[in-house]
């Protein structure tokens, strides 16, 4: 069954580090969607991408966000200069138009 | 804004038993409705949808939800609880197919056996 596929599991970085979070949608999905989940709260949306282009982005994705599909496989969430307040499980998701697939996640924690 | 309330935080039951997880939405039209579990330490899995049509839906693992428009309700149901259901559960909604989600703050299942 395909699947999302998210690299790393799990990353500690240090503040103001620079990070790439990683993702593979399945390959026939058009729309891609990264969310976060900081711990003990609800899952929110932080960007949407189709076509090559950011669709919709939330509050949170301020300017040191930004997404990338650079290959036409990889999916991308960077984060310029993280804060500690970006400690948090990172979902990438991609989609039909009835149903998302979720990848297992990134957790990210900022020391 | 469209916002969906989950008011039960955390739930126990005793296996065998049956379970109710409540969901409500607000929204001004019907909007996509979705419950997702996530198991300790992955991704959210989709446990069924409700586009239109008949209200009761069947999902995977034994789970049903029923869509009530006059309550905004997306109840998720299963009339015997397994061991294996302990997760949290999230509702979701969408306004339009292939739009963003937007999650409930999640209900933790713990079953007793």
């Known amino acids: 069954e395909p699947e999302v596929t998210q690299t790393p599991s799990h990353q500690v970085t240090q503040m103001g580090q620079e990070v790439i979070l990683r993702c593979v949608p399945i390959?026939?999905?058009?729309?891609f969607y990264w969310y976060r989940q900081i711990l003990g709260q609800k899952v929110e949306f932080l960007v949407s991408?189709?076509?090559?282009?950011?669709?919709?982005k939330s509050e949170i994705f301020d300017d040191q966000f930004s997404v990338e599909r650079p290959d036409g496989s990889n999916f991308t969430l960077k984060i310029r200069s993280t804060k500690l307040e970006d400690s948090a499980m990172y979902f990438c998701?991609?989609?039909?138009?009835?149903?998302?697939?979720f990848g297992q996640g990134t957790r990210l924690t900022v020391v | 804004a469209q916002s969906v309330t989950q008011p039960d935080i955390h739930i126990t039951v005793s296996e065998g038993a049956s379970l109710e997880l409540r969901c409500n939405y607000s929204y001004g039209a019907t909007p996509y409705l979705f419950w997702y579990v996530q198991s300790p330490g992955q991704g959210l899995q989709l446990l069924l949808k409700?586009?239109?049509?008949?209200?009761l839906v069947q999902g995977i693992k034994g789970f049903e939800a029923e869509f009530k428009r006059s309550q905004s309700s997306f109840n998720l149901r299963k009339p015997s609880v397994h061991w294996s259901d302990a997760a949290e559960y999230f509702c979701a909604l969408s306004l339009v197919t292939a739009s963003k989600l937007t999650f409930g703050t999640g209900t933790r299942l713990q079953v007793t056996l």
């Open positions: 991408f189709y076509n090559n282009e950011i669709s919709e």
């Open positions: 409700y586009f239109s049509g008949d209200t």
């Open positions: 390959s026939n999905h058009l729309y």
């Open positions: 998701a991609s989609r039909t138009d009835t149903e998302a697939f």
